[in-house]
Structures are given as structure tokens and as C-alpha cells.
């Protein structure tokens, strides 16, 4: 399954992956996908925001336990973030019928549809959708860099975007949701054990910064009469890094945009996003007021207009404490298989969804803490481990 997926969306350059949603490269994920689900005599079915469904039982019978992750990545992504979770799901179930193990819930595997944001930028619109956090009125707003709209995307790719909307009736049928994902930071490999269960997911928001001054001449314009955005970006990307190093979160401008963007011009806009998070609501709130505080006061001592928009936003998730408790329970039968619980910085469809359904995550071990990125790596061994976890945690959920 690993080697059928390997190839798809694969710059040849990086080695990195551009599986956007509703493009060709996602086509061909959703394609493997349906394959796998057929091929193992799954009920398919795809829910009105394109999520992905392989059932083994009937879901209408409810309680039902559900696995899955997503196939889509960032710009440049690695091969694991998301699909070791899909294909993981798939090799727990075979191991499950393997093992002839007694399934007397309904067992889901699911693909969320959009999940990095990488295009219309905002991360989860699946399972947001879904759960009806993210409304029919804001879905039809989006548009990706080229102007196309999330639902002209969607219609392209053979979706009608018309029935997007909140699903609450499908999600009231499952009782229990654990994504297993690579790891995005290295508290497993500093632990020294293959398999983590979630604790909480950080809040974490995405903020515009809209620096705007006065394009002019590069070689003509004194310093003194420039009204230059980018060194008041420059040193509000300064800010963000000390108020998140003093407060023990992170704050990242990773993503810029440059009006005129010529080597030969002082820029009339330098626009930049924030990415922030913390363990804590609080500690985040300071950090963006911080960074926001600072970039006002350079703001006006050079003469540039300042506006900050927030983007997106999810308040901390704590998962379901008697779920992970429960998955501890049946880890820990394998007494070499040490169980660390971690909070993680990074978002997911499990924290979409657990506002709405109890849902636990088992993160698998990556040695260097590398994610979205090429270099994003798991360990075969660390991988069937995963697998391995998955299967008894959804083989102890299944049995009544
Ligand atoms: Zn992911």
C-alpha cells in the first residue's frame, strides 16, 4: 500500500509531496483509497464534503468505531504526515481479520478531505464541515491563489459542492474515533518507545499581518524618505520569535507575500502570517498580543500602516480522558510496549472531531521530529508497531 501511495503527487526535484485537495495528485490518493476499500469487500461511500468511508458492518447500527486520517499534504510535504494513518487503518483491519478478531461494533475507516489547508488555508475543512464548524457560507467563501473557489474545486473534481454542509447524524453514529499519526516533534524518540497516545492538542490560530507603505525606487529613494514595510515585517518576525522563546510557545511567520515583489523596488505591502500556539490559552492570547504590540510600535515609527486579521482559530482540545484512559488499558497488555501520553502542537481532523465524537490519537515514533517536509520519517519497525497498537486498540473498542 506504502509503495502505491509513494509515488503520487512526488515532486522528482525535493522528493517532497504536493497532494492538494481536489486536484489531480488528491484524485489519485482517493482513487487508492476506494481501490483498497473495495478490494477488502468495505461498504465505500463518500459523505456530502467528500470525506472518504470504507465500513466493515453496517454504521446505521451505531457506536460504531472509526479510524482514518487524511491523504492530502502541505507544499513540499512528507510522505507520512496523514497517510501512515490511512494505511495503517487498512493494515490494522487485515490484521484484525488475521487475527479473527470479534468485531461487534460497526468498524469505519475514513479519508477527511482537505486537512493541510495548502490551498484554500484553512486546515480541516472536511471534518469541520462535517461537524459544523466551519459553515456552508464561510466553505463557499474560500478560494485558493489562483481565485478558484473551494466549490468551483470541488465541482471540477467531480463533487457537488451544493451539498456541503454540517453532518451531525453521521457523526452521532460513531462512538469512538482514534487517528493514528506520525509524530510531529520528538518526545517518542527522546522517551525511546514506538507508540505515544495523544494528551491534548495545543490552541493554535493564524493571524495576517498587512504592512502596507509606498512602493518607490530602490537606488533613487533616500533611507529617510522611504516608507518601508519590510524591515517592520522583519522586525515583527524578530518579536515573534522572542515572545514565544519567553513564553514557552511558538510563533512562526512562514509564509510571505511582496507587493511589487521587484529586486529594484521598496515594497508598498509586505504581508505575512502568523502561525502560533501554546499548552495554554493564556500563554497564546500574550504571545499574539505581544507580537501585535511590537509590530504596532515599528509600525509607526516607520510611517507604515498596520492591520491584523485573525485567520483561523482552534481553542485547545483536550481528548476524551476515559477514551485514552481505555487505550492506555489495552496497550499496556503488551508489557514491552510502554505507553507515554503527549500533548502535540499541531492540529488534526481527531481535534475537529472531538468536540462531537470521543476521539483519542496514537502517535508513531519519528526519529528526527521532522514534519511537513521531505525529511518527515518513520521507521518500518516504529510503523508495524503503529499497526500493531491500532489493531488491538480498535480489536478492544469493537468487542462489547
Ligand atoms: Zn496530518
Not at 139 to 145: C, K, P, Q, S
Not at 199 to 227: K, V, Y
Not at 265 to 292: F, K
Not at 378 to 396: I, K, N, P
Request: a negative charge; charged letters at 25%.
Amino acid at each position: 500500500m506504502w509503495a502505491e501511495l509513494l509515488p503520487i503527487g512526488r515532486s522528482s526535484a525535493s522528493g517532497g509531496y504536493r497532494r492538494y485537495a481536489w486536484t489531480g495528485a488528491d484524485a489519485d490518493c482517493r482513487e487508492w483509497f476506494r481501490g483498497h476499500a473495495e478490494a477488502r469487500g468495505l461498504v465505500y461511500e463518500v459523505d456530502r464534503n467528500g470525506n472518504q468511508w470504507a465500513w466493515l458492518g453496517d454504521p446505521a447500527e451505531g457506536d460504531a468505531v472509526v479510524t482514518g486520517s487524511h491523504l492530502d499534504s502541505v507544499p513540499d510535504g512528507g510522505a507520512f504526515d496523514g497517510p501512515l494513518g490511512v494505511v495503517s487503518s487498512f493494515a490494522a483491519l487485515d490484521e484484525l481479520r488475521s487475527r479473527k478478531a470479534q468485531l461487534d461494533r460497526p468498524l469505519g475507516i475514513v479519508n477527511f478531505g482537505d486537512e493541510e489547508g495548502a490551498r484554500f488555508g484553512l486546515a480541516c475543512v472536511g471534518s469541520r464541515l462535517s461537524s459544523g464548524q466551519l459553515t456552508v457560507e464561510q466553505a463557499h467563501r474560500l478560494t485558493d491563489e489562483d481565485g478558484v473557489t473551494l466549490a468551483r474545486a470541488m465541482e471540477a473534481a467531480g463533487y457537488d459542492p451544493e451539498r456541503i454542509g454540517a453532518d451531525r447524524e453521521r457523526l452521532a453514529r460513531i462512538g469512538a474515533f482514534v487517528e493514528l499519526h506520525v509524530e510531529q516533534g520528538r518526545a517518542l524518540d527522546l522517551s525511546g518507545d514506538q507508540v505515544g497516545i495523544a494528551s491534548s492538542i495545543w490552541p493554535h490560530g493564524r493571524w495576517r499581518f498587512d504592512f502596507r507603505g509606498e512602493a518607490n525606487h530602490a537606488g533613487t529613494t533616500r533611507l529617510g524618505d522611504r516608507r518601508d514595510p519590510m524591515p517592520v515585517y522583519a522586525e515583527t518576525v524578530l518579536a515573534a520569535r522572542r515572545a514565544a522563546e519567553l513564553a514557552g510557545a511558538v510563533a512562526t511567520f512562514g509564509k510571505i507575500a511582496v507587493e511589487p515583489n521587484g529586486v529594484n523596488a521598496i515594497p508598498s505591502l509586505v504581508r505575512g502570517w502568523l502561525d502560533s500556539r501554546a499548552a495554554g490559552q493564556e500563554t497564546l492570547d500574550t504571545v499574539v498580543r505581544e507580537i501585535e504590540s511590537a509590530a504596532r510600535e515599528h509600525a509607526q515609527a516607520h510611517g507604515i500602516d498596520l492591520e491584523v486579521v485573525r485567520e483561523s482559530f482552534t481553542p485547545v482540545v483536550e481528548f476524551d480522558h476515559a477514551l485514552r484512559d481505555e487505550l492506555a488499558r489495552l496497550l499496556g497488555r503488551d508489557a514491552d510496549l510502554k505507553v507515554p501520553v503527549l500533548g502535540t502542537g499541531a492540529g488534526h481532523d481527531a481535534g475537529i472531531l472531538a468536540t462531537s465524537v470521543p476521539t483519542a490519537m496514537l502517535f508513531v515514533r519519528n526519529p528526527t521530529g521532522v514534519s511537513h517536509s521531505p525529511a518527515e520519517f518513520a521507521a518500518e519497525d516504529d510503523c508495524v508497531a503503529g499497526v500493531r497498537a491500532l489493531a488491538d486498540v480498535l480489536e478492544g473498542l469493537a468487542r462489547r
